[in-house]
């Protein structure tokens, strides 16, 4: 088990597919605790190193970003008893009425009772703002100098081998400065 800090430096590109490796990781099941430890604390020192990023990141979202508007409707549990008795009663009444009468009648009680979810809109980034908030992330990440990060060595044993073998292979090349191959895994990263 890791007993002392080792130093890497890498690009910051390289430093999300990191810490997004190990937020993968750290989610599956089967990982002895000693290791889920030394991987999480990996985790919090790229996370640490990458706070002015990810602020950069959330800076430049809410600059190209825009507010959607959820345009879906439901009608709440508590209205709905009420909402089948005036809809039914329009159909009771069927033959009495015309089709456009009767989708009138439809429509005003969908009207009534139809209400907006509370979390009415959400911020997306518009197709054609895309490819420009995408290069200036890129931009801003190749400028910036490559980051030293402290890390601690994991082995590999047999049981923390089939965990991994779950992560497609380019997120194991992310995170394998940190992994030390024991005798007994079968893992190839190279």
């Not at 999300?16 to 937020?23: E, G, M, Q, V, W």
């Not at 809410?62 to 089948?84: G, M, V």
């Not at 009648?105 to 490819?131: C, G, H, M, R």
């Amino acid at each position: 088990m890791p007993d002392d800090t080792k130093k890497i430096t890498l690009t910051v590109q390289e430093l999300i597919a990191a810490k997004n490796t190990l937020d993968q990781l750290l989610s599956l099941q089967g990982i002895d605790y000693k290791k889920v430890y030394w991987l999480d604390r990996c985790r919090k020192s790229i996370y640490d190193k990458l706070k002015p990023w990810i602020k950069f990141q959330s800076e430049v979202y809410e600059k190209y970003a825009i507010i959607q508007l959820d345009d879906r409707k439901f009608i709440s549990w508590h209205e709905y008893t009420n909402f089948k008795k005036e809809f039914l009663t329009i159909f009771s009444s069927f033959k009495d009425s015309k089709i456009s009468d009767i989708i009138y009648n439809i429509d005003l009680v969908f009207d009534k009772y139809e209400t907006n979810y509370s979390s009415a809109s959400v911020k997306v980034i518009p197709a054609e703002n895309q490819s420009i908030y995408f290069e200036e992330l890129e931009k801003k990440a190749k400028s910036i100098d490559p980051i030293e990060i402290d890390y601690w060595i994991v082995e590999v044993d047999k049981m923390f081998d089939e965990v991994l073998k779950q992560l497609p292979g380019n997120s194991l090349i992310a995170i394998e400065f940190i992994l030390k191959m024991a005798e007994t895994s079968n893992l190839i990263l190279h």
